[in-house]
C-alpha cells in the first residue's frame, strides 16, 4: 500500500541554526506535498506546500524542495526560533487520500 | 470564511460502550470530509474518507464505522470500544483534492 516515511523522527537544533527534514513516498500517483506543524494538545496545521509540477517553494523561513523522479521532498527551516519547537508532518496526495509521515519533533534550544 | 467544528472536544468511555463523534463544517458546500487517529505521540491514521453525502470509504479494517447523513456532517462511531480505540481523533475537509484544514480533535480515552 501507498506508504510515507519520514526521517529524523527526532531532531534538536541550536536557536539560529537550520533544520531539514526528509521524507520519501511510494505513490507514484501523488501529486500534493503538504507540511503540517502540530503544537502540542492542537490540531495541524498547515505551514507550506508544494505540488508536483514544482520542484521548490519558499515562504520567508520555510522552504519545501520536491523530487519526484526519487519520489523524495524536504522542508528546510532556516534561522531557527524556540517558536519552531513542534512536531512536523510530512504528507502526500494522491486522488482523494492524504498519507501522513510518522512526523518529526523539532526541538530548538535557545 | 470556513469553520470546522468538532465535538465533544474530551471523552472518558468504558471499554465495550458506544461512541459517536460529530464534525461539521460551515461556509462551504459539497466538502470532502475524512476522519484520522493519532495515537499518543504518533502520527495520522487515516481512518475514513467521503466525497459526498451517504459516499464512505473505509481505509483500516476496525470496530469503527462512519456516516455522513449531510453535505457537510461526518459522523465517526462505535458500537462497542477497545482499548486501542484511545487517541486524538481529528476531523478534516478540503474543497478539493489538495489542502485539507483539520478540526479542533476529541481526545479519546477508554478506560
Known sequence: GENVEQH??????????????????????????????QELG?????IID???????????????TLNKTAKH?????????PEDSAVYFCAATGGFKTIFGAGTRLFVKA | SQTIHQWPATLVQPVG?????????????NPNLYWYRQAAG?????????????Q??????QNLSASRPQDRQFILSSKKLLLSDSG??????????????FGPGTRLTVT
Open chain 1, 8 to 37: 529524523p523522527s527526532t531532531l534538536s537544533v541550536q536557536e539560529g541554526d537550520s533544520a531539514v527534514i526528509k521524507c520519501t513516498y511510494s505513490d507514484s500517483a501523488s501529486n500534493y506535498f503538504p507540511w503540517y506543524k
Open chain 2, 42 to 54: 504518533r502520527g495520522l491514521q487515516l481512518l475514513f474518507y467521503s466525497v459526498g453525502i451517504g
Open chain 2, 88 to 101: 486524538f481523533y481529528l476531523c478534516a475537509w478540503t474543497p478539493g483534492t489538495y489542502e485539507q484544514y
Open chain 1, 42 to 46: 492542537k490540531r495541524p496545521q498547515l
Open chain 2, 17 to 29: 460502550s458506544p461512541l459517536s463523534l460529530e464534525c461539521t463544517v460551515e461556509g462551504t458546500s
Open chain 2, 56 to 61: 464512505i470509504s473505509s481505509e483500516v479494517p
Open chain 1, 50 to 64: 508544494i505540488r508536483s509540477n514544482v520542484g521548490e517553494k519558499k515562504d520567508q523561513r520555510i522552504a519545501v
Open chain 1, 73 to 81: 521532498f524536504s522542508l528546510h527551516i532556516t534561522e531557527t526560533q
